[in-house]
Structures are given as structure tokens and as C-alpha cells.
């Protein structure tokens, strides 16, 4: 993760798959996290009313329990990515990021300040998952869990 202090619940999947769906913003970074217990067929992802900054982005399509699936550039615009997800049982995450730090946010994007909030149950599921993704997301850094090699 890139700017884990500034993500916070803001965005919303406007079409995509999952019983469960949530996503965290900021202006240089978003993660979807979408689960279930059912298969879904691969679709199309939209993302909106994100906090990112318009321009490119890196998006790994990530399955915690195998790692990243595929990688590819993105532009988001407005709020709003879109992107074509493979089919997937129980959970897959998407991961958004720039590598440049982006302009001051516009006038309708939260302020770059870090969100410490009340965390509520939601929060707590999230963050969990979060910390479960980066073990993924970062297989080199040692956690006290051995799980394996992934190169």
C-alpha cells in the first residue's frame, strides 16, 4: 500500500460482482475488496465517487489466497474507473495506485489528512481483510508467518 493512512471508506461499486463490497479511497489509492461463497462470471468492474486524483494508475487484481491474478494501467477520471474482472470464487481485490504524487486534491475530494475515526464492525472486517492482502501485496516483508515461497 501506498498511502495507507489516507484510505478511508470513500467510493462505491456501481456495478460488479459480490455479496459483500467495499472500497477505501484516497487521493493516490483505492482498494475494492469484493467477496462471496458463490462463483461469479467475469464482468466488467465500475468504481465510483472515488477520492483519486484524475490520471493512470497501476490496478493488480488480487486473490488472497493465490496472490496477484493480473496487472494492468487504468485511468481514472472523475471518480470513476472501470475495469474487466475474471471470474472468482469467495474473494479478489483490486488495488489501485500511482507511483507519482498527485497534485493537491480538487475542491470535491477529501482533504489529504489522515482519517483516524471510531472504528465500527464494517471498519474492522476491512482493515482484516486489508491486513490479510498485504501479506500478499508485500510477501517479503517477514510477518512471524511462514507461508511458503511465491516467486
Do not use: C
Request: aromatic share 8%; charged share 20%; hydrophobic share 40%.
Amino acid at each position: 500500500m501506498t498511502d495507507y493512512p489516507n484510505l478511508w471508506f470513500v467510493g462505491n461499486v456501481r456495478s460488479g460482482l459480490g455479496s459483500h463490497q467495499y472500497v477505501l479511497s484516497s487521493p493516490r489509492e483505492a482498494i475494492a475488496y469484493l467477496s462471496s461463497d458463490i462463483e461469479f462470471p467475469a464482468q466488467t468492474l465500475q468504481l465510483t465517487d472515488l477520492d483519486l486524483v484524475d490520471g493512470e494508475y497501476t490496478a493488480e487484481i488480487v486473490k488472497p489466497d493465490r496472490g496477484v491474478l493480473t496487472t494492468q494501467k487504468i485511468a481514472a477520471n472523475r471518480g470513476k474507473v472501470a475495469m474487466d474482472l475474471p471470474e472468482f470464487t469467495d474473494d479478489l481485490a483490486i488495488h489501485l495506485y500511482s507511483d507519482t504524487v498527485p497534485a493537491t486534491a480538487t475542491s470535491d475530494q477529501s482533504s489529504i489528512a489522515p482519517n483516524w475515526k471510531i472504528f465500527q464492525p464494517k471498519t474492522i472486517i476491512v482493515l482484516l481483510a486489508i491486513g490479510s492482502l498485504s501479506i500478499y501485496l508485500f510477501p517479503k516483508l517477514n510477518l512471524g508467518t511462514d507461508r511458503g515461497d511465491r516467486s
